[in-house]
């Protein structure tokens, strides 16, 4: 029981048609389908399911929920009724409720993030097919993702008020759906206080992290490409567009990715993330980042990163 991966994301954006341009020729992403309420759904080259990102027009940008796949259908009623037996308010939805899915269940996290877990999605196949397949696909655009990677959301984080929505959504992911804690950023007198957390489901470092803020919130979704070279042409991307960055190609500490950062045109922060940084196996011991490392955890080259962490949707 639990989880089997990331899913798909879905964003609020403020203008469609800036938004399909934005995740097709800066990202590289496929639009497979528009629905009656306006939104729009795409996927990565590499990705088989119809869709891993969904864009539904709204008067501001942010996030409004996180799909997660489970392995079999039976996994939906064994989480529920786990749910139920601790007293954990989930709601049991039809197929097809969320879209192009089986039957599902909708539930949200300690922090307030809206969660979706489904076993059954319609799917289109690679861009490269499964008979032979070429390592890539002719006509690519932009940065050509290869799939959505993982996600960063903030959470509440006031410690003068004993408010830690960190930690407590890093027990409720590993309590309660088998997630592994990869990485953490503590502080405090103690070392104690968590204020970052990296968890996955899979052998990556990360499906999904939770950094500080003020309010909860997105922090940023991740596109997956191959390696250091991908991620500088990402941003080459972005400044020929003449688009909005974030901040200069860098590398983490924590999950040792490279990356590049920029916004797409309603604000919602992209990482563009290259390699697969190590293999999250789960004895694989747990790394700790403290307070006075934190930066070169965050930004391995260094550099001003301090409106990193203050600007988010």
Request: glycine share 8%.
């Amino acid at each position: 029981m639990g989880v089997m991966r990331l899913g798909h994301v879905n964003l609020k954006v403020m203008n469609m048609e800036e938004a399909i341009d934005h995740y097709v020729n800066i990202i590289g992403m496929t639009v497979t389908q528009r629905d009656p309420d306006g939104c729009a759904y795409l996927k990565c080259w590499d990705e088989w399911d119809k869709y891993s990102l969904v864009l539904t027009p709204a008067d501001e940008a942010g996030i409004i929920h996180i799909g997660f796949k489970v392995e079999a259908d039976s996994d939906l009623d064994a989480i529920k009724a786990h749910f139920k037996s601790k007293s954990i308010p989930v709601e049991a939805l039809d197929a097809k409720v969320l879209p192009l899915c089986g039957r599902s269940l909708r539930f949200n996290l300690p922090s307030g993030h809206e969660v979706w877990l489904y076993a059954e999605k319609e799917t289109s196949g690679t861009a490269v097919g499964d008979q032979n397949p070429d390592p890539w696909p002719d006509g690519l655009k932009g940065a050509g993702a290869h799939w959505l990677d993982h996600l960063a959301l903030v959470c509440e984080f006031n410690p003068e008020k004993g408010v830690n929505k960190i930690a407590e959504n890093t027990a409720f992911l590993q309590e309660h759906l088998q997630f592994k804690l990869t990485e953490r950023g503590v502080a405090g007198p103690e070392g104690d206080m968590l204020v970052a957390a990296f968890l996955t489901r899979t052998s990556t470092p990360h499906d999904i992290a939770f950094v500080p803020g003020p309010s909860m919130g997105l922090h940023h979704i991740a596109f997956f490409l191959e390696d250091w070279n991908a991620v500088l042409k990402a941003a080459d991307v972005v400044a020929k567009a003449r688009k909005n960055p974030s901040l200069t190609p860098n590398r983490h500490g924590m999950t040792r990715g490279t990356t590049y950062y920029m916004f797409d045109p309603s604000g919602n922060r992209n990482e563009t993330f290259g390699g697969m940084g190590y293999l999250a196996q789960p004895d694989r011991p747990l790394v700790t980042w403290t307070d006075e490392h934190m930066e070169r955890g965050l930004f391995f080259l260094g550099g001003d990163n301090k409106a990193f962490m203050e600007i988010y949707t």
